[in-house]
């Protein structure tokens, strides 16, 4: 069970965060964008990428049973979420599937705003962690695409293919 929850997690985790860092680096000349917000009580497209990218490890080590690495502040600006994206890359890549044996019956105990949560390794993935991680990507493509980046699904996504000028 160790390769699937490891398959379900670190590559999938990798991989949307390239997308995110391929987004933020279209913001070059336009970084006014980062700052913007789809309502105000929500968080900025920069800090939905940050978010993203401490989630990715938040939900990768408890599965391996490591503690997570505390977040280098790097700033919101362009290059450092980069920065952010790169450190929680390298972290990802740091995993084996070795390390997620166990991982599928491991209990998590995490909170979730104030709520304070105790799953299997397998909820805290599907019905924790994932989500959340997918939100936050989400949100700063939403937001990213609605201040006018020509972004699509091809490019949240990297395998959707559409003729130029769809963007879907």
Do not use: W
């Not at 997308?19 to 964008?33: H, I, K, S």
């Not at 920069?46 to 080590?61: E, K, N, S, W």
């Not at 980069?82 to 890549?93: K, S």
């Not at 105790?118 to 949100?139: I, K």
């Amino acid at each position: 069970m160790s390769q699937e929850i490891y398959a379900a997690s670190v590559p999938v985790l990798d991989h949307y965060l390239a997308r995110l860092a391929g987004m933020v680096d279209r913001t070059a000349g336009r970084e006014q964008m980062l700052a913007a917000r789809l309502v105000p009580d929500m968080f900025s497209a920069a800090q939905q990428v940050a978010t993203a990218a401490g989630f990715a490890l938040r939900i990768a080590c408890p599965l391996a049973g490591r503690a997570v690495p505390p977040a280098q502040d790097h700033g919101l600006d362009r290059i450092g979420l980069g920065r952010r994206i790169v450190d929680a890359r390298q972290g990802l890549a740091a995993l084996r599937p070795e390390d997620f044996a166990g991982a599928a019956e491991r209990r998590i105990r995490h909170r979730a705003g104030f709520a304070e949560l105790d799953q299997t390794g397998a909820e805290f993935l599907h019905l924790f962690g994932m989500p959340n991680f997918l939100f936050h990507v989400s949100m700063a493509f939403a937001v990213l695409r609605q201040q006018g980046l020509e972004i699509g699904k091809a490019d949240f996504d990297g395998l959707h293919d559409y003729p130029h000028g769809f963007r879907f």
